[in-house]
T-cell receptor, first 114, second 114 residues
């Protein structure tokens, strides 16, 4: 069953604008991860945020986590055409602390127009 | 370069035929995973393995089989019992010993029915 649910399903913006994607989940987590997938390729890990963290930055990426609302957001600033991809959130359950059970959402398709 | 190699990139299956997808990693990761991705969907876990000679069913294991005879290799067989095998198959690996580590993905195999 899907744990994460991304919103919006698709997002189209102009180069240089910021892109915000949201992820909601249903049960408690150990951590939440964001991945990018270019068309026809595998997933690439972007950032991991633990349940006791509220915000993390990595380059042009900013991720927030609100465990009370069971939601996370991914912000990409100053977007580039190369950011065009699908973005997935994935959650890891708290039981056992193992990271094997990643549960993915359906993703947000981001299109950055030059 | 360390990474995960999936082969072939494209695969066609005839009615009643079993086909095997290859996944090899040189990252020295303990855990390996197989996911299925359908158009517009997130990833669904088929099988995973935390150590050599051990593997567990994921959410959609019916019609699939795996083996883990070597740490580096985790082949997936799509059997004739899988009635709807057309999908994009992704293999991943991770450090099992650490709970907050990302999964690393191969570039996938696209399976179609002839």
């Amino acid at each position: 069953s899907q744990q994460g649910e991304e919103d919006p399903q698709a997002l189209s913006i102009q180069e240089g604008e910021n892109a915000t994607m949201n992820c909601s989940y249903k049960t408690s987590i150990n951590n939440l991860q964001w991945y990018r997938q270019n068309s026809g390729r595998g997933l690439v890990h972007l950032i991991l945020i633990r349940s006791n963290e509220r915000e993390k930055h990595s380059g042009r990426l900013r991720v927030t986590l609100d465990t009370s609302k069971k939601s996370s957001s991914l912000l990409i600033t100053a977007s580039r055409a190369a950011d065009t991809a699908s973005y997935f959130c994935a959650t890891v359950p708290p039981s056992g602390g193992s990271n094997y059970k990643l549960t993915f959402g359906k993703g947000t398709l981001l299109t950055v127009n030059p | 370069d360390g990474g995960i190699t999936q082969s072939p990139k494209y695969l066609f299956r005839k009615e009643g035929q079993n086909v095997t997808l290859s996944c090899e990693q040189n990252l020295n990761h303990d855990a390996m995973y197989w996911y299925r991705q359908d158009p517009g969907q997130g990833l669904r876990l088929i099988y995973y393995s935390q150590i050599v000679n051990d593997f567990q069913k994921g959410d959609i294991a019916e019609g699939y089989s795996v083996s883990r005879e070597k740490k580096e290799s985790f082949p997936l067989t799509v059997t004739s019992a899988q009635k709807n095998p057309t999908a994009f198959y992704l293999c991943a690996s991770s450090w099992q010993r650490f709970s907050n580590q990302p999964q690393h993905f191969g570039d996938g195999t696209r399976l179609s029915i002839l």
